[in-house]
């Protein structure tokens, strides 16, 4: 029987008056992967935030794991070591090497001995490429190898569900494809359940399952990913992708 890990229902979020998100309806499945399409101010970003309750949000609900979520800060730090989070500025300490950064959220916040973490720790760098990291700070890492830092410093909290938030958007274009590939094999390897922001349309062709198509706040389309690329619904969305290119 498939397990829903996400519902949300009739979710509305503003700044002051101007509407941001628009009741806001679906659901994914353990081992699903979304991605967040639509134009710049769609509301994509502020979608992924108050999943992750990083954006407070004037109606509906939330349910993670068939539990609605009571939106308190306490509950959300519980959630947030269910459910990790990558942004598209690394947000890594700079005073500290690659290794505390990764470190710090088991130790501190799961309470997790050190020791014992670091044999994780060094196959996680391994497998990103950035085994000969761990002691160096942020500022000698170029874009790629921070991000890849933080793909890796949230997945030692061990989330069942990750939101990634255009986490190519600052990366040089040969640095891409390298933290593309690293969420790519997540997706086929550990059966990780995923919400993408993303406006690499070829990686989310590869990737999604299903797609949401966000415009002004709302959901145009949520549909399967390779029929939304094949044959989209909506005519605002046929116009997006021949204004990406694809």
Known sequence: MTKQILKVEHLDKAYQNQSVLHDINFSINKGEVITLLGPSGSGKSTLIRTLNGLENYQAGKIFFEGQEVVPTEKNWQKLRQKIGMVFQSYDLFPNLTVLDNILLGPTKVQKRNKEELLPEVV???????????????????????????????????????MLFDEVTASLDPEMVRGVLDIIKNLANQNDMTMIIVTHEMNFAKQIADRVL??????????????????????????????????
Do not use: C, W
């Open 123 to 161: 196959d996680l760098l391994k497998r990103v490429d950035l085994e000969e990291y761990q002691n160096v700070y942020p500022r000698q890492l170029s874009g790629g190898q921070k991000q890849r830092t933080a793909i890796v410093r949230a997945l030692m909290l061990h989330p069942e569900f």
């Open 213 to 246: 198509f966000l415009q002004d706040g709302s959901i145009l389309e949520d549909t399967n990913g390779q029929d939304f690329f094949d044959h989209p619904q909506t005519d605002r969305a046929q116009k997006f992708l021949k204004s990406m290119d694809f």
